[in-house]
């Protein structure tokens, strides 16, 4: 992904860190609490098989969207 649309992938992440904070649920490998911006980076990471930054850029909206599915289903 070039560095314009990374950047602005990882601002929409952090947002939606932001957002899932508080609303994961509890797990016990995550006593103190789930982080929710590495729940939504790995999430990438599993469905595109990539970090976030490696992802082509014709998927962008692709991943765009799928980061509104986690927000909707912070399972």
Known sequence: MNKENSSKLWKIIQEAGDYLNGQLPDHP???KGRN?????????????N??????E???????????????????
């Open 29 to 31: 490998n995550h006593p």
């Open 36 to 48: 929710p911006y590495a729940h939504v980076a790995i999430c990438i990471k599993n469905k595109f």
């Open 50 to 55: 990539a970090s976030y930054k490696d992802i």
């Open 57 to 75: 850029d014709d998927k962008f909206n692709e991943v765009l969207n799928f980061i509104e599915d986690i927000k909707n289903n912070p399972n």
